[in-house]
């Protein structure tokens, strides 16, 4: 059973390394977490490990929480170039989480809104546990497709 762990966790640091090896030193992009509602995440949860790790800044990093609330007024001030909507498998569908964002006039001006640049990750992959590594990869794909392979 230890050697099933120990290949399990290589080959998450490897999924890992990966990404940021051929991320290199790419310039991170701003990153808004989109939950739902007006709680995104802060700096202090994996989320935002994820988005590091994966080039981005988390714009809200600066929170010293895991899950903090925000105003709008805020995400507008901060603009994000990207949104990362969490999935939670249908409820409500992502879709319709991107189409709230768009039909708010006051936030058509962040460059993650007017480019329609949204990216997605399962809320799953966004907690404490076997999916988080693996979660680096699948985002800096995402965020930064011109460099990942």
Do not use: C
């Amino acid at each position: 059973m230890p050697e099933r762990a120990e290949k399990l966790v290589a080959d998450m640091r490897a999924d890992i390394a990966n990404a940021t090896t051929w991320l290199g030193s790419v310039q991170p992009l701003k990153v808004f977490v989109y939950d739902s509602g007006d709680s995104t995440a802060g700096g202090t949860g994996i989320g935002n490990e994820i988005i590091r790790l994966a080039g981005g800044t988390n714009v809200f990093a600066d929170v010293h929480k895991d899950w903090a609330d925000v105003s709008w007024e805020q995400v507008l001030q901060r603009a994000p170039d990207v949104i990362v909507v969490y999935d939670y498998f249908g409820t409500p569908p992502v879709a319709q989480k991107v189409q709230s964002l768009l039909d708010r006039p006051e936030l058509a001006t962040v460059p993650a809104i007017r480019n329609h640049r949204f990216v997605t990750l399962a809320l799953q992959d966004t907690v404490l546990g076997i999916r988080a590594p693996y979660a680096v990869s699948r985002l800096a794909a995402q965020l930064h497709p011109d460099r990942m392979r």
